[in-house]
């Protein structure tokens, strides 16, 4: 989705004011900060205090910022490493708006050679676009019969090269009998995010319901779904690998009162996974195709492209959704447009750290290892989240892209049912972190006309089995930010 005209007003809210946008302007370092912070907000630092103290033999890392003037009104703990769960995307994001640039695009092409209706195989090849869908693979399908494909005499083949053979993030080894869809591999060309959705729509109690999956072409299934008595939901779905496909076998009941249920599951191995939904979608308008799917590529010009949104659009899945997928992919990608194919997920990490060095944010202790924080992966402290947001926030060809993909309390994203109070509600737009053992939240504070914005980033850790309370806590912490940032 490109954001509107009022998304991009939303952005300028938070005081960014009018900016003149620089593409290819290099980071801005800030002034460097100082070895120990300097408290300037007594009632501030005694809220931390409340924190930390309501949160016993917890690990507890807090900055919080003037972005200005870059002074630390409190902060605990500031320079401890600390897992970031999913504030991680906030480097992510910065980093990728830094060296991608906000407007850059994900191509995925089809190649090949068309004569007399007919084509001696496909490449379909792509370059890490993470919004992929099977629609846009219909898409593809249908401009190619527009410029006269019937057949495809050969295979289809899928070129994965733009990445690296390493489909499993780091860290997300750590879980490998995870089947959800937040868990899902990577790819240089994917589609519907490397997931498989099966849905269900009843028929008339008694009767076998009606179910399908998308993207078609990949699952073969074996078993029924009956429609139950109102309200009946016992669905089973088990998926295992089939050769170069994934078998489904399903059971259980659906319930006739149910419009469509709706059940999504990652895929084992992504790699083929396109290049068998594109056949079935060229099937669909007409095109038959001979052969199999294979990886690879054949020679030939690209015959039909498709473009996704600009980063800046795409990013909006990282910041207020949360999605893990866009982060790994988006990651991923970074190493491979700028130290060229195949991308490596431990070269982007390099880039990442090397870009917080640059900006003056990389605290003792920063390590980075994949772009979505699932898992125990990543250590970042209070300060360097602080230091990040502030570059962001001053940074003219960084800071509209980074702050409006951000989630606006009590508005939109992971944040639409928190900071719902009059002040709270669009004044605080930040990034939220949820594990079993950790919990976080880090952002931005606006205040009204004439008073400073602040940034502020708070940390949690060893919180298993109170994460409700340590939430509770940051937010508590946040809403106290957000009195201050009104003079109360």
């Given at each position: 989705?490109?954001?509107?005209?009022?998304?991009?007003?939303?952005?300028?809210?938070?005081?960014?004011?009018?900016?003149?946008?620089?593409?290819?302007?290099?980071?801005?370092?800030p002034?460097?900060?100082?070895p120990?912070a300097?408290?300037?907000?007594a009632?501030l630092?005694?809220?931390?205090?409340?924190?930390?103290?309501s949160?016993?033999?917890?690990?507890?890392g807090?900055?919080i910022?003037?972005?200005a003037?870059?002074?630390?009104?409190?902060?605990?703990?500031?320079?401890?490493?600390?897992?970031p769960?999913?504030?991680?995307?906030?480097?992510?994001?910065?980093?990728?708006?830094?060296?991608?640039?906000?407007?850059?695009?994900?191509?995925?092409?089809?190649?090949?050679?068309?004569?007399?209706?007919?084509a001696?195989?496909?490449?379909l090849?792509?370059?890490?676009?993470?919004?992929?869908?099977?629609?846009?693979?219909?898409?593809?399908?249908?401009?190619?019969?527009?410029?006269?494909?019937?057949?495809?005499?050969?295979?289809?083949?899928?070129?994965?090269?733009?990445?690296?053979?390493?489909?499993?993030?780091?860290?997300?080894?750590?879980?490998?009998?995870?089947?959800?869809?937040?868990?899902?591999?990577?790819s240089?060309v994917?589609?519907?995010?490397?997931?498989?959705?099966?849905t269900?729509r009843?028929?008339?109690t008694?009767?076998?319901?009606?179910?399908?999956?998308?993207?078609p072409g990949?699952?073969?299934?074996?078993?029924?779904?009956a429609?139950?008595?109102?309200?009946?939901?016992?669905?089973?779905?088990?998926?295992?690998?089939?050769?170069?496909?994934?078998?489904?076998?399903?059971?259980?009941?659906?319930?006739?009162?149910?419009?469509?249920?709706?059940?999504?599951?990652?895929?084992?191995d992504?790699?083929?996974?396109?290049?068998?939904?594109?056949?079935?979608?060229?099937?669909?308008?007409?095109?038959k195709?001979?052969?199999?799917?294979?990886?690879?590529?054949?020679?030939?010009?690209?015959?039909?492209?498709?473009?996704?949104?600009?980063?800046?659009?795409?990013l909006?899945?990282?910041g207020?959704?949360?999605?893990?997928?866009?982060?790994?992919m988006?990651f991923k990608?970074?190493s491979?447009?700028a130290?060229?194919?195949?991308?490596?997920?431990?070269?982007?990490?390099d880039?990442v750290?090397?870009?917080?060095?640059?900006?003056?944010?990389?605290?003792?202790?920063?390590?980075?290892?994949?772009g979505?924080?699932?898992?125990?992966?990543?250590?970042?402290?209070?300060?360097?989240?602080?230091q990040?947001?502030?570059?962001?926030y001053?940074?003219?060809?960084?800071?509209?892209?980074?702050v409006?993909?951000?989630?606006?309390?009590?508005?939109?994203?992971?944040?639409?049912?928190?900071?719902?109070s009059?002040k709270?509600r669009?004044?605080?737009?930040?990034?939220?972190?949820?594990l079993?053992?950790?919990?976080?939240?880090?952002?931005?504070?606006?205040?009204?006309p004439?008073?400073?914005?602040?940034?502020?980033?708070?940390?949690?850790?060893?919180?298993?089995?109170?994460?409700?309370?340590?939430?509770t806590?940051a937010?508590?912490?946040?809403?106290?930010?957000?009195?201050?940032?009104?003079?109360?």
């Amino acid at each position: 989705m490109r954001p509107s005209p009022l998304m991009r007003a939303a952005a300028f809210a938070l005081g960014i004011g009018s900016l003149s946008i620089a593409r290819d302007a290099a980071p801005q370092a800030p002034a460097a900060a100082a070895p120990a912070a300097e408290v300037h907000d007594a009632d501030l630092q005694s809220a931390v205090s409340s924190l930390v103290a309501s949160l016993k033999d917890a690990a507890v890392g807090v900055a919080i910022v003037d972005i200005a003037s870059g002074r630390v009104l409190a902060s605990h703990h500031e320079h401890e490493p600390l897992n970031p769960a999913s504030n991680a995307k906030l480097y992510t994001a910065a980093a990728a708006l830094s060296i991608l640039h906000a407007d850059h695009r994900y191509e995925t092409s089809v190649s090949g050679s068309i004569r007399a209706g007919a084509a001696s195989a496909l490449t379909l090849r792509g370059y890490g676009d993470p919004s992929l869908s099977s629609d846009d693979l219909m898409a593809l399908a249908q401009d190619l019969r527009e410029q006269g494909l019937r057949r495809v005499d050969g295979d289809i083949l899928v070129e994965q090269k733009f990445y690296d053979d390493q489909s499993t993030p780091p860290a997300f080894e750590q879980k490998p009998e995870e089947w959800s869809s937040f868990r899902a591999p990577v790819s240089a060309v994917a589609v519907n995010e490397n997931t498989l959705t099966l849905t269900i729509r009843p028929a008339a109690t008694g009767e076998t319901a009606h179910m399908w999956f998308d993207p078609p072409g990949f699952v073969d299934v074996e078993g029924t779904v009956a429609t139950g008595d109102v309200g009946a939901d016992t669905v089973v779905l088990g998926l295992s690998a089939s050769g170069k496909r994934m078998a489904a076998k399903v059971s259980g009941s659906v319930g006739s009162d149910a419009r469509v249920v709706r059940y999504t599951r990652r895929v084992e191995d992504p790699s083929l996974l396109p290049g068998y939904v594109l056949k079935a979608q060229l099937d669909k308008v007409g095109i038959k195709v001979s052969g199999d799917v294979k990886l690879g590529a054949a020679k030939g010009a690209v015959l039909v492209r498709h473009s996704s949104a600009p980063l800046s659009s795409l990013l909006y899945s990282l910041g207020k959704q949360s999605d893990n997928f866009y982060a790994e992919m988006v990651f991923k990608s970074i190493s491979g447009e700028a130290k060229g194919k195949p991308a490596k997920s431990a070269d982007s990490a390099d880039l990442v750290q090397k870009f917080l060095t640059q900006i003056g944010a990389n605290d003792a202790g920063v390590v980075i290892k994949n772009g979505s924080g699932l898992y125990d992966a990543n250590r970042v402290t209070a300060t360097s989240t602080a230091q990040l947001l502030r570059w962001a926030y001053r940074t003219p060809a960084v800071a509209p892209e980074f702050v409006a993909q951000l989630a606006i309390g009590g508005v939109d994203g992971t944040l639409h049912k928190r900071f719902r109070s009059d002040k709270g509600r669009r004044s605080l737009r930040a990034k939220t972190g949820t594990l079993d053992d950790v919990i976080a939240l880090s952002g931005y504070v606006a205040g009204p006309p004439g008073k400073p914005t602040l940034a502020f980033s708070i940390l949690i850790n060893k919180v298993a089995g109170r994460a409700s309370l340590a939430r509770t806590a940051a937010d508590k912490l946040a809403s106290r930010i957000i009195k201050s940032a009104y003079g109360e």
